[in-house]
């Protein structure tokens, strides 16, 4: 995974200078020691800050250490003018947490009243149009604070990557997937580049391409990964051809980015001019954390490139596609214990997803355009899927929409992804969401997402809340319990 940021942390005590600075400085070290614990590497900035002249000081050394994510530490009440300066001038993302009292024994020389402190620092990140990271409740023992600057971590991977992306498109976004078809403006308001190319420019750069002597290195890749999977050995060339001009462009066009997605047209004009369906190649490419959405699902891209980040491994995206038959669900009603049938759907693609995140993958053709491009005809041109069943475990579903008056909203929700066999064609799995219904009717339907969804193959909830939160969105919306009405949601049905 090279194409994510890593995070470098580092964590500044404050103190509010009629308190003892002892008590900031020996609170720190103590943070930092259960991080380490933890296996969190984080960098102690040795200056406490106590006043404006402190947060200059730790400019410079937080500069000088190459810290990107900062962790403001208030060991005790902290002065909140310096600390909320010293966010608004650090120039990556930053959390607010504060030290909970350690003993009956030692509450007079020993007391610090962060507790107190951080309500007075809310304030002044309020007056300075700040956006931190607040932990639910930002309180907490040397243990418990290690444990918040661990989503901290994560969450901070998602906004300096953003801030640092770069989105490549090829095609015109298309008429029959108007939802993917969503105004871009947004994301330059969140510091996102976007470069959007013709096909054309994918054909030429591909047929310049042809003969490159790395072609048969990629082939010898692909067959190693394919294994007995590789049904198609006659198509690696060309799909080695394409991931090689592919990875070329991002390295000669990324420009001032340091992070690249793509959105890419794959249908039907690709197959019939380029002689193969692109979706194993776009496997390939999220497994290394570079996301290739299908349809120039710009969006779709996004939110991908999004949950890698969180998860730290590879993503998907997937249709969010079709019902779970009654027959199928009363077959296997031991493994869909908890649910009920209108908790689960089946999120399909064609052949996107990566190896790793499927049981027996193998190359195949995409039998939906093998109707519409060559009926009757042996595969030739839609050739180039990966397919399988999407292996059981948790998964966390996600996506940033831009809406057609140029806002943004979001949605995430946690699941399962069960093991049963959907006995169905391409990249496939049965989900399981809780409420899954009401979500689907009162989320995706009544405002209006499009059906592709980024599936990350853990539970980061929590992380990409929080992050959706910093970015200022301010519409982010989840799975409700059944006791806990939507907006609109009819009372009496």
């Given at each position: 995974m090279f194409n994510i940021p890593q995070v470098r942390p580092g964590i500044v005590a404050v103190s509010r200078d009629c308190f003892p600075v002892e008590l900031s400085e020996g609170r720190r070290k103590a943070v930092a020691d259960a991080c380490r614990q933890k296996d969190i590497d984080i960098l102690e900035i040795k200056t406490v800050v106590e006043n404006e002249n402190d947060v200059l000081k730790?400019?410079?050394?937080?500069?000088?250490?190459?810290?990107?994510?900062?962790?403001?530490?208030?060991?005790?009440?902290?002065?909140?003018?310096?600390?909320?300066?010293?966010?608004?001038?650090?120039?990556?993302?930053?959390?607010?947490?504060?030290?909970?009292?350690?003993?009956?024994?030692?509450?007079?020389?020993?007391?610090?009243?962060?507790?107190?402190?951080?309500l007075n620092a809310s304030y002044n990140i309020g007056l300075r149009k700040l956006n931190p990271y607040i932990p639910e409740y930002p309180v907490g023992t040397a243990d418990e604070v290690a444990e918040m600057i661990s989503d901290f971590i994560d969450i901070a991977r998602v906004i300096i990557g953003l801030s640092k992306l770069k989105i490549f498109s090829f095609g015109p976004r298309p008429q029959d997937f108007l939802a993917c078809n969503a105004p871009i403006k947004p994301l330059f308001d969140l510091g996102i580049e976007i470069m959007e190319n013709s096909e054309l420019d994918l054909f030429e750069a591909f047929n310049k391409h042809a003969s490159d002597p790395r072609i048969p290195e990629v082939v010898k890749e692909m067959e190693d990964e394919l294994g007995e999977g590789n049904n198609y050995p006659g198509i690696l060339p060309k799909l080695a051809q394409y991931e090689i001009t592919l990875k070329d462009w991002m390295d000669e066009k990324k420009g001032a980015s340091e992070y690249a997605v793509f959105a890419n047209k794959c249908w039907p004009a690709f197959q019939t001019q380029f002689g193969f369906v692109p979706c194993y190649v776009n496997s390939r490419f999220a497994s290394r954390g570079i996301p290739i959405s299908c349809e120039v699902d710009i969006y779709g891209a996004l939110s991908e490139y999004i949950i890698t980040c969180a998860t730290c491994s590879p993503a998907t995206i997937l249709d969010i596609n079709n019902t779970v038959p009654k027959d199928m669900y009363e077959n296997n009603k031991g493994r869909f214990a908890g649910y009920r049938l209108s908790d689960l759907f089946m999120g399909f693609h064609c052949g996107n997803t990566p190896a790793c995140c499927l049981k027996n993958p193998a190359l195949k053709y995409q039998l939906i355009m093998h109707r519409l491009l060559e009926p009757d005809k042996e595969p030739d041109i839609t050739r180039g899927t990966l397919e399988g069943t999407i292996k059981p475990g948790d998964f966390t579903m996600f996506r940033l929409q831009g809406t057609a008056d140029c806002a943004l909203r979001s949605y995430v929700a946690e699941g399962e992804i069960v093991d049963v066999d959907p006995k169905s064609f391409g990249g496939i799995g049965v989900f399981a969401v809780s409420e899954m219904a009401r979500f689907y009717r009162h989320v995706l339907i009544a405002k209006r997402f499009p059906h592709h969804t980024a599936v990350g193959f853990n539970r980061v909830g929590k992380i990409l809340f929080a992050a959706m939160k910093m970015l200022g969105i301010e519409d982010v919306s989840f799975n409700q319990p059944a006791s806990m009405l939507y907006k609109d949601e009819n009372p009496f049905k």
């Open positions: 730790a400019l410079d050394e937080i500069k000088e250490s190459g810290v990107n994510a900062l962790v403001v530490y208030l060991g005790n009440f902290g002065p909140e003018g310096p600390e909320t300066m010293l966010a608004q001038r650090f120039s990556g993302p930053t959390m607010f947490v504060a030290a909970a009292e350690e003993s009956e024994n030692d509450l007079i020389n020993g007391r610090g009243d962060a507790f107190c402190g951080m």
